[in-house]
């Protein structure tokens, strides 16, 4: 098993920028690949970004290329998500997950946190 804690969130205008953090406690969290997701009010899931066990590649949804960046401490436990930039639009609840593997998809993401809400006011 492994627990996820998700923080950082809060309340920034346009333009801004937040960095989430996703702390972990369990099993060795270096086995894991993290994915980051978010969900607004009425909308489905979507992936964000996802960073790979080793923290040496990642990769992210079109709509936050170059404005959003995932890194990870494996020996703090935590992953990271760096958003800058940020427009009305990445409003929604955040959420870290993790898996064997870094997928889009949500179902390949066994372990949750408990998400985390940003909003951002134009």
């Known amino acids: 098993q492994v627990q996820l804690v998700d923080s950082g969130g809060g309340l920034v205008q346009a333009g801004g920028s937040l960095r989430l953090s996703c702390i972990a406690s369990?099993?060795?969290?270096?086995?894991?690949?993290v994915g980051w997701f978010r969900q607004a009010p009425g909308k489905e899931r979507e992936f964000v970004g996802a960073?790979?066990?080793?923290?040496?590649?990642?990769y992210y949804e079109d709509s936050v290329k170059g404005r959003f960046t995932i890194s990870r401490d494996n020996s703090k436990n935590t992953v990271y998500l760096q958003m800058n930039m940020l427009k009305s639009e990445d409003t929604a609840v955040y959420y870290c997950?993790?898996?064997?593997?870094?997928?889009?998809?949500?179902?390949?993401?066994?372990?949750w946190g408990q998400g985390t809400q940003v909003t951002v006011s134009s």
């Open positions: 369990g099993r060795t969290f270096s086995n894991y690949g």
């Open positions: 960073i790979s066990r080793s923290g040496h590649s990642s």
């Open positions: 997950a993790a898996g064997r593997s870094t997928t889009q998809a949500p179902n390949d993401y066994p372990y």
